[in-house]
């Protein structure tokens, strides 16, 4: 069965920390990982990986896929309470349409 | 723009009642899904459409059903609304199989008393 682990659950930091989240996937086929980030409503797109040691970057976040140890990171450096939000990681296969969603992690940034 | 955009943002509906939750999505995505969110338990897939009147179950389709009748819309049905049933439902969309991105609408909170 297919699985996508997230961690931490959940978070909490001070504004200007740097933070690393986690996600680890076991998933037939895979094609390709993605990461979202949800506030109060819909997931918006954040980067979608699919080949090993190549970063994704976008101002603070930045994102890697490590296919031979099955995992990826995403790093927030200097965060704001703006970045407050549940980062989901989610894993597509080849043998299937649907995306294949990690818990989420829940980070807190305060002031 | 994609948009996928969803009937309601809150609904309360009695327990055993029918109930219908729309998603209409305006960019010709082939591909659509409905999921739900549930604190500590993530989004999970209820069903999913691959074409017009195609369908396909998810992970927990137990107690609901879907529809497509036309290809910018896909409804999820509750035949009869049950308080475990209370969540928050997400609709999805993309343009076919392949590493494309699903574009989310902004979520139905459907409570069940």
């Known amino acids: 069965e297919d699985k996508v682990v997230q961690s931490p659950l959940s978070l909490v930091v001070h504004e200007g920390d740097t933070v690393t989240l986690n996600c680890s996937y076991e998933v037939t086929n895979f094609r390709s990982l993605l990461w979202y980030k949800q506030e109060k409503k819909a997931p918006t797109f954040l980067f979608m990986l699919?080949?090993?040691?190549i970063e994704k970057k976008s101002g603070r976040l930045s994102s890697i896929l490590d296919k031979k140890e099955l995992s990826s990171i995403l790093n927030i450096t200097a965060t704001q309470t703006g970045d407050s939000a549940i980062y989901l990681c989610?894993?597509?296969?080849?043998?299937?349409?649907?995306?294949?969603f990690g818990k989420g992690t829940s980070l807190l940034v305060t002031p | 723009d994609v948009k996928v955009t969803q009937s309601s943002r809150y609904l309360v509906k009695r327990t055993g009642e029918k109930v219908f939750l729309e998603c209409v999505q305006d960019m010709d995505h082939e591909n659509m899904f409905w999921y739900r969110q549930d604190p500590g338990l993530g989004l999970r897939l209820i069903y999913f459409s691959y074409d017009v009147k195609m369908k396909e179950k998810g992970d927990i389709p137990e107690g609901y059903s879907v529809s497509r009748e036309k290809k910018e819309r896909f409804s999820l049905i509750l035949e009869s609304a049950s308080t475990n049933q209370t969540s928050m439902y997400l609709c999805?969309?993309?343009?076919?199989?392949?590493?494309?991105?699903?574009?989310f609408g902004p979520g139905t909170r459907l409570t069940v008393t």
């Open positions: 989610a894993v597509e296969s080849n043998s299937g349409y649907a995306l294949n």
């Open positions: 999805a969309s993309t343009p076919g199989q392949g590493s494309y991105e699903q574009y």
């Open positions: 699919t080949s090993s040691g």
